[in-house]
């Protein structure tokens, strides 16, 4: 459970620093436009309207906090709730894992530059966007590796100390956010189901 929560700050985050520079390349370079017209990603000018906005941290950081409640072992507020949702998880996938999970959670992020071959509405042109998951990833592995071994919480397998957060089911949420800034809820809403599916997935797996 901890895992899903805790990975909506961290995607929010590196999606907007990566967005910001985006949006300071394409200003520099590029005249804005209302979208990206395609005539091949060479002649295309971007628009930017995906400036951060504080309030945007707000469900995140409640998550966050609901999240981390649930690490550090039995003196933590939420262990019992996250031992239950542990128990049952095991119980249903009966000590068999899968997978698929560790190809999954690139399929938000093949989506958001898949997109691009289609005649989709969109705020960037393709190199912009190339550059923002790269920017994105490269602020998303640090902070969840930093995390990771920083907080050092037990996986459930007892093998190593670097569980939380998950890194399959951040890379899973930021593909999913950078759906969502680029294209709009209409392709968002399926990111995150499938981001989310990659979440339930590490539990399953435990």
Known sequence: MTIILTCALLFVSV?????????????????????????????????????????????PAALFTVGALGIGGENAPLNKLDLKVREKAMQISGNCSVEFDDYLQYLPTAMYLGLSALPTKSKHTF???????????????????GLKYTIREQRPNFKERNSFPSGHTTTAFVGAELVRTEYGWAYGVPAYIIATGVGCMRIYND
């Open 15 to 59: 999606v907007a620093q990566a967005e910001g520079l985006a949006e300071t390349y394409g200003k520099d370079s590029l005249a804005a436009s209302s979208t990206v017209a395609k005539k091949g990603w060479w002649k295309e000018k971007s628009d930017y309207t995906t400036a951060f906005r504080p309030k945007q941290l707000i469900v």
């Open 127 to 145: 190199p912009e966007k190339v550059c923002v998951a790269a920017v994105a990833f490269v602020a998303e592995t640090a902070l969840v590796n």
